[in-house]
Nanobody, 127 residues
Framework: QVQLVESGGGLVEAGGSLKLSCAASGRTFSDYTMGWFRQAPGKEREFVASIAWSGSNTFYADSVKGRFTISRDNAKNTVWLQIDSLKPEDTAVYYC????????????????????WGQGTQVTVSS
């Protein structure tokens, strides 16, 4: 089992920034590809970003590329999502997830490949 706890969400104005954190506990953190997803009201959960176990390989959804940065520190069992240039359409609950699937981050982008999920943190962007 892997337990994931997100934090760092909040209410920000458009153009602002947030840094989301996800603290993991349980099994060896470095065994897992980590990902961030988000779900807006009335919409399906969508992939945002993923990062391979080493931290050197990342992949982003086109909608966030250039504005979001995923990173991890295996010694701290933590993955982060830096969100810059926030837009109202970024408003959603953001979820951290862990996948036992290895390989490049671009291969771990669907929700069904992730085995463990956090409870989510709300990000609200005002216009």
């Amino acid at each position: 089992q892997v337990q994931l706890v997100e934090s760092g969400g909040g209410l920000v104005e458009a153009g602002g920034s947030l840094k989301l954190s996800c603290a993991a506990s349980g099994r060896t953190f470095s065994d897992y590809t980590m990902g961030w997803f988000r779900q807006a009201p009335g919409k399906e959960r969508e992939f945002v970003a993923s990062i391979a176990w080493s931290g050197s390989n990342t992949f982003y959804a086109d909608s966030v590329k250039g504005r979001f940065t995923i990173s991890r520190d295996n010694a701290k069992n933590t993955v982060w999502l830096q969100i810059d240039s926030l837009k109202p359409e970024d408003t959603a609950v953001y979820y951290c997830a862990a996948s036992p699937r290895g390989g490049p981050a671009r291969g771990v982008i669907t929700a069904r490949t992730y085995s463990y999920w956090g409870q989510g943190t709300q990000v609200t962007v005002s216009s």
